[in-house]
């Protein structure tokens, strides 16, 4: 509307310049001012094209493709993605069969449960216990989210939290799978046929979001890091923005109607006032698309209260179940799908049996990233004719701590060029990191409060402060490399990836949990030998 008033301004100045200009100097003198105008005009329409020429040569536009083949390319990838896991992630590369690069999530995935907690008792000390108990109340993920969408008329509004390693991202992916083919949804089938799918990383909103005025830009922070999320369907190309904005346009409609859209890692939003931004956002847009649509958060407990949902309900993912073999336990289903996948002629009994039949390895089976990683280490092993896992528990967390300094190690190795000066990179080698996670467990062990009364001892977990972590690790660098630690990217890349120790509390940086209290003492007991 407002171009359209300059043009009317623009065609009725024009026109009374004309009249001005015949009734002062007469027709002769109008004939030449509308041949001027004419040539002037087209002269400009020339400009205008040859501009438009000029940019197009120097940035192509996007394929011009219709909007709902940017969708169907968009779910295509998200599916491909979602249900690909890259070996060299989690096994090392000669522990897989030849030729075996990535195995599909549906292969190895095993239905998790969930219990729902008030935002509340997330804030309570009490959660470090829930963390790796069992809830007998516990239901299936599938289930409580299709029978809330059935409840809210599609509206759910739910963050999903747990610890690292807990399995978030992989509940993530098994939800894609059930929208994209709902057969394998089962008895929820029905919730997940037909419906829009978006899943969006947040940490890509982290940038923006670190600007203050984030939050006077209204959702199109959001629509934005949608836009970017559709780039390989749309060309990868700033040209066509028109193609993009329609691709969206359709999108949000769908969602609006019938979808599900899932928001992986708020805690992914390092910084505590971002995340904050972030979390207000993921509100706002709760708002905007209605009660048509469903929208699933993931994050780490440390999120609250500081970036709290209001008004999400709060799904807390429960540990997998660890029962004697042979009962159909989560854990056994794990192995025996991880054998399926990498050693499918091997048979898997051994190692359940090994893992399941003793306590202190039964709990260290409840995570499912422990798990896997105790799957790698007996794959490893039978490669060399050993037995599945050490007899001893002492070699058991000795080849575990190995692994989880390797996987460190190589976590570096990769993010860390271009973040990280080489000489550094070069002084964090795996006995250094190995030194500092048996220095800081030392320390930790000798700070350790005593529990409360009632609270039954075990409840309390072991842990450590940023800044002993960090302290530490200077402590092993060279003197000259010292004040290289002093920075987000070391603290990002190095500090926070460490395997062994997940964050806690109310910011990433305030303190670290270990992935079980058994390594912090096995790791302690060490500390004086090596020194």
């Given at each position: 509307m407002r171009l359209l008033?300059?043009?009317?301004?623009?065609?009725?100045?024009?026109?009374?310049?004309?009249?001005?200009?015949?009734?002062?100097?007469?027709?002769?003198?109008l004939d030449t001012y509308l041949v001027g105008l004419t040539l002037a005009c087209?002269?400009?329409?020339?400009?205008?094209?040859?501009?438009?020429?000029?940019?197009?040569?120097?940035d192509p536009p996007l394929k011009n493709v219709a909007a709902d083949e940017v969708l169907a390319g968009?779910?295509?990838?998200?599916?491909?993605?979602?249900?690909?896991?890259?070996?060299?992630?989690?096994?090392?590369?000669e522990d897989a069969p030849?030729?075996?690069?990535?195995?599909r999530l549906m292969d190895i995935y095993v239905p998790m449960d969930l219990v729902e907690r008030a935002a509340t008792e997330i804030n309570e000390r009490r959660f470090r216990e829930w963390s790796l108990l069992r809830e007998a109340k516990a239901r299936p993920v599938r289930e409580q989210l299709a029978q809330a969408i059935a409840q809210a008329r599609g509206g759910v509004r739910a963050v999903l939290v747990a610890d690292a390693g807990m399995g978030k991202s992989s509940v993530v992916g098994d939800l894609i799978h059930c929208c994209l083919e709902p057969e394998r949804a089962e008895a929820q089938a029905a919730t997940?046929?037909?419906?829009?799918?978006?899943?969006?990383?947040l940490r890509r909103l982290a940038s923006a979001a670190a600007d203050p005025g984030f939050g006077r830009r209204g959702s199109a922070p959001f629509w934005d890091a949608v836009i970017a999320e559709l780039g390989d369907e749309l060309g990868g190309n700033n040209g066509g923005r028109a193609d993009s904005e329609a691709a969206v346009r359709q999108l949000c409609g769908a969602l609006q109607n019938h979808?599900?859209?899932?928001?992986d890692g708020l805690d992914e939003v390092l910084d505590p006032e971002p995340r904050r931004r972030v979390a207000d956002l993921v509100q706002q847009l709760g708002r905007e698309l209605g009660p048509g649509c469903a929208i699933l958060v993931t994050a780490r407990p440390y999120v609250y209260p500081e970036a709290a949902l209001r008004d999400f309900r709060v799904w807390q993912l429960q540990p997998l179940s660890v029962d004697r073999p042979g009962q159909g336990s989560q854990a056994e289903a794990l192995v025996v799908n991880w054998h399926r996948a990498l050693a499918p002629r091997a048979d898997p009994g051994e190692l359940v049996e090994s893992l399941l039949t003793e306590p202190e390895r039964a709990v260290l089976a409840a995570r499912p990233l422990l798990l896997t990683l105790l799957v790698a280490l007996a794959l490893a092993r039978r490669t060399d004719g050993a037995r599945p896992l050490p007899r001893r528990r002492d070699q058991l967390m000795e080849q575990a701590t190995e692994l989880f300094v390797r996987r460190w190690f190589q976590r570096i190795e990769r993010d860390g060029p271009g973040q990280l000066t080489p000489a550094l990179l070069a002084a964090l080698d795996q006995g250094l990191l190995r030194r500092v996670l048996e220095q800081l467990s030392l320390e930790a062990q000798q700070d350790r409060r005593e529990p409360a009364r009632g609270d039954g001892g075990e409840a309390v977990q072991v842990e450590v402060w940023s800044s002993q972590f960090l302290g530490v690790l200077q402590d092993e660098l060279p003197t000259d490399l010292r004040r290289e630690t002093d920075t987000h990217a070391f603290s990002r890349i190095v500090v926070e990836r460490a395997g062994l120790l997940f964050?806690?509390?109310?910011?990433?940086?305030?303190?670290?949990?270990?992935?079980?209290?058994?390594?912090?003492?096995?790791?302690?007991?060490?500390?004086?030998?090596?020194?």
């Open positions: 008033g300059w043009l009317a301004l623009l065609l009725g100045s024009l026109v009374f310049a004309g009249y001005d200009i015949h009734v002062r100097f007469g027709k002769g003198y087209t002269f400009f329409a020339f400009v205008l094209a040859l501009v438009g020429w000029l940019q197009q040569r120097h968009y779910r295509e990838r998200l599916h491909r993605q979602a249900q690909t896991l890259p070996i060299d992630a989690i096994f090392d590369p030849e030729g075996c690069d990535a195995v997940f046929r037909g419906r829009a799918l978006l899943r969006l990383d979808g599900l859209v899932l928001l964050p806690r509390g109310g910011d990433v940086r305030v303190r670290f949990g270990y992935a079980h209290r058994q390594f912090s003492g096995y790791l302690a007991l060490n500390a004086p030998v090596y020194a």
